[in-house]
């Protein structure tokens, strides 16, 4: 087969599942990946025949995307911030609101000017600390989680990439104890309440990291309260907390920072809902 009727055959099965959108950029990657080629490329071959070996990478491909396996698994790789990161099943596939925490982190820090310890908590495929690392040499940067399998995929991605950063495996809900004083303390933890498990997309619900996506319906602020509390023993003087969450829990999350002795301020992504927060000790300002 060759690989215009790869992409018709591709379009006519993904067609009824996905937006006209979403499935032409998902078929550019797919196709890429499959064929090493770029678009230009593509275009020039497109009578040319493929070997078996991808026309079976094809469909075994075509069968994960109809079952709803999202592209970045399929390929293993997921874009952040300009560069490449390896992905699987384990991992967060990094979102563009993290890409507009980290920015918020990098002003932050550039206005500060001086190397700053950061610790990121609940670290997945690494993104975000290696993000800082590549974009702040003179940091020392550390990242956290849970789960050992994400770990190693993001000691792969700052392998790779080139970061030097120190990796900690933790339980943060009942971690007491810190190696370091940090200036910044980062975390896009788990804040779905399980309840909107339902409502979700099947690409999500499905095949990323229960661990990663969801929290307890009784109590959905575990992670923002629990690093609070850490914070206050580990942040260093003028010390900044930063989050990633859920676009309604801002009221939730200003009060919980007031009552624990911060001042508190969200910011709005690109589409305008409150997606971050930073947070710094009112003795501290
Ligand atoms: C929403 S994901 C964020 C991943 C990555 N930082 C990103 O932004 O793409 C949350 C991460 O927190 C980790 N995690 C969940 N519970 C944890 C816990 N109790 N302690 C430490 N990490 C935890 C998960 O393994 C997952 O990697």
């Known amino acids: 087969m060759s690989l215009q009727e ?5 379009k006519a099965t993904l067609a009824s599942e996905y937006e006209n959108i979403e499935l032409n950029s998902l078929m550019s990657i797919l196709f890429e ?9 593509q275009v020039l071959n497109k009578e040319q025949k493929l070997p078996q070996v991808k026309i079976d990478q094809f469909h075994k491909a075509l069968t994960s995307l109809q079952e709803g396996m999202p592209i970045q698994y ?3 790789k997921a874009w952040f911030m300009g560069h490449e990161y390896i992905v699987n099943e384990n991992v967060l596939i990094p979102r563009p609101e993290t890409e507009e925490l980290v ?11 001086k190397p700053l310890q950061v610790l990121d908590i609940g670290t997945g495929s690494g993104c975000i600390p290696i993000a800082i690392k590549l974009a702040l040499p003179n940091c020392m940067v550390a990242g956290l989680d849970i789960s050992e399998s994400a770990l190693q995929i993001a000691k792969q991605n700052a392998t790779h990439l080139n970061a030097a950063i120190s990796w900690m495996q933790e339980d943060i809900l009942n971690t007491t104890y810190l190696p370091n004083q940090f ?3 980062v975390s896009n933890p788990p804040y779905i309440p399980f309840k909107e498990n339902t409502n979700m997309k099947v690409q999500v619900k499905n095949f990323e990291p229960g661990i990663a996506l969801f929290v307890k319906d009784e109590d959905p602020l575990i992670f923002y309260r629990t690093i609070a509390r850490l914070g206050k023993q580990y942040l260093k003087p003028n010390g900044q907390l930063f989050f990633e969450m859920h676009y309604d829990q801002g009221k939730a999350l200003l009060a919980l920072f007031d009552e624990m002795g911060y001042h508190a301020e969200l910011r709005q992504d690109m589409f305008g809902k409150d997606r971050m927060l930073r947070a710094s000790l009112k003795r501290a300002v």
């Open 6 to 10: 790869l992409k018709q055959k591709c």
């Open 33 to 41: 990946h499959i064929t090493g080629w770029d678009q230009l490329k």
């Open 74 to 76: 399929i390929i293993g």
């Open 103 to 113: 920015d918020w982190i990098i002003e932050y820090a550039s206005i500060i000017d």
């Open 183 to 185: 200036d910044i303390m």
